[in-house]
């Protein structure tokens, strides 16, 4: 599991209005009832094969990440992505996990960004088959972190164009300075015994 589904699942326990659904939900995943997962730019749909015989549809609609959350994200990650390929892999450093994931104001949706709807008679909103999707796109955001960004509606280009600029001017920044990791000739012909 990468950072980015296990994020995901956590935020998601936030939602659940039972526990017990958590639990059954997870099962569900295991047991590979979740035929049929799309992720696309606000909206996840799904089929679930439950106890009936027709599986139960799925539908979770999520509010598209507001740009004045998005640019306020960007501002406190200023100079703290190293590595978008890390990013990416799911590693990167706990400050940036502490900005994505802050309640309110991070990268995951809050509990008034996101809509459940499933096709069964269970009263609770969050179900045992909403919530086995919710595992599955875990799931699917381990193998694949970039759906995150499809889903929220955010443009992973601009955070890797910020990230290049910030490169970008570190580098241009420190060109002109003499660096203490140079050796001098003499040093490197003992080095290698030359």
Same mark, same amino acid.
């Given at each position: 599991n990468?950072w980015?589904?296990?994020?995901?699942?956590?935020?998601?326990?936030?939602?659940?209005?039972?526990?017990?659904?958590?639990s059954?939900?997870r099962?569900?995943v295991?047991?590979?009832?979740?035929?049929?997962l799309?992720?696309?730019?606000g909206? =996840?749909? !799904?089929l679930?094969? %439950?106890?009936?015989r027709?599986?139960?549809e799925?539908e979770?609609?999520?509010?598209? *990440?507001?740009?004045?959350?998005?640019?306020?994200?960007l501002?406190l990650?200023?100079?703290?992505?190293?590595?978008?390929?890390?990013?990416?892999?799911?590693k990167f450093?706990?400050?940036?996990?502490?900005?994505?994931t802050?309640?309110?104001?991070?990268?995951?949706?809050?509990?008034?960004?996101?809509k459940f709807?499933?096709?069964?008679?269970d009263?609770?909103?969050?179900?045992?088959? =909403?919530? !086995?999707?919710l595992? %599955?796109?875990?799931?699917?955001?381990?193998?694949d972190?970039?759906?995150?960004?499809? *889903?929220?509606?955010?443009?992973?280009e601009?955070?890797?164009?910020?990230?290049i600029?910030?490169?970008?001017?570190?580098?241009?920044?420190?060109?002109?300075?003499?660096?203490?990791r140079v050796?001098?000739?003499?040093?490197v012909?003992g080095?290698?015994g030359?």
């Open positions: 990468t980015w589904g296990k994020a995901w699942n956590k935020n998601l326990e936030n939602y659940a209005d039972y526990s017990n659904r958590i059954r939900g099962s569900y295991k047991m590979g009832a979740v035929l049929d799309n992720i696309e730019t909206v =996840v749909k !799904a679930v094969q %439950g106890s009936e027709k599986p139960y799925i979770i609609v999520i509010v598209p *990440l507001s740009s004045d959350k998005w640019d306020s994200i501002k990650c200023h100079h703290k992505i190293d590595s978008l390929a890390e990013l990416m892999d799911g450093p706990k400050e940036l996990e502490e900005i994505f802050l309640k309110g104001k991070g990268l995951f949706p809050t509990d008034k960004e996101i709807s499933c096709s069964c008679y009263w609770a909103d969050m179900c045992k088959h =909403v919530t !086995a999707v595992y %599955g796109i875990g799931a699917r955001l381990d193998d972190p970039a759906l995150f960004f499809k *889903l929220r509606n955010i443009d992973f601009v955070l890797l164009k910020k990230t600029e910030q490169k970008m001017h570190s580098l241009l920044e420190n060109s002109g300075k003499k660096s203490d050796l001098d000739d003499k040093d012909f080095l290698f030359v």
